[in-house]
């Protein structure tokens, strides 16, 4: 997997991107591989932030993962930056090969050298193959998400 390189994601990704997220059970109920005019809105405003990221892994010129990386400033933990992970995707026919290790790595590395504190991320509770890999990365189940739909 040396050949897995990452980086922004560029508009052109985009419709990559989609599909990668509704490449999935939970994603074919939430999201649609088409650009609209919502996710044009969507991918400007994360592009347009500092602290948002939409990372892509990349190899051969294709497009095999994502992600989303916030960075988000707080008070607790004595001001603590922490890094949320978010849209974790990996194309499923690249599952099983090291690609989202070496994506996670690389977002955990990129936390450290910004002196985040701490990396979190959500996992529907459906998820139990990607609740093994992130216990596999040393995350901890420490806290019970909840959210409201709106």
């Known amino acids: ?66 992600m989303q990386l916030t960075f988000i400033p707080g008070l607790g933990r004595h001001g603590t930056e922490r890094l949320l992970i978010e849209a974790v995707r990996i194309r499923s026919d690249q599952r099983g090969r090291g690609v989202g290790r070496l994506m996670m790595t690389w977002a955990i590395d990129r936390a450290r050298q910004r002196g985040c504190g701490l990396v979190q991320l959500t996992s529907d509770k459906s998820r139990h193959d990607a609740h093994r890999f992130y216990l596999g990365l040393g995350f901890v189940p420490t806290h019970e998400g909840m959210k409201l739909s709106l």
């Open 1 to 66: 997997m040396s050949d897995v390189f990452f980086r922004e994601a560029v508009r052109a990704d985009l419709p990559a991107v989609l599909d990668l997220l509704a490449d999935d059970v939970l994603g074919r109920t939430r999201d649609v591989g088409e650009v609209d005019a919502t996710y044009e809105k969507a991918f400007a405003d994360i592009s347009a932030d500092p602290r948002n990221h939409l990372v892509v892994a990349e190899a051969d010129g294709e497009v095999l993962g994502c």
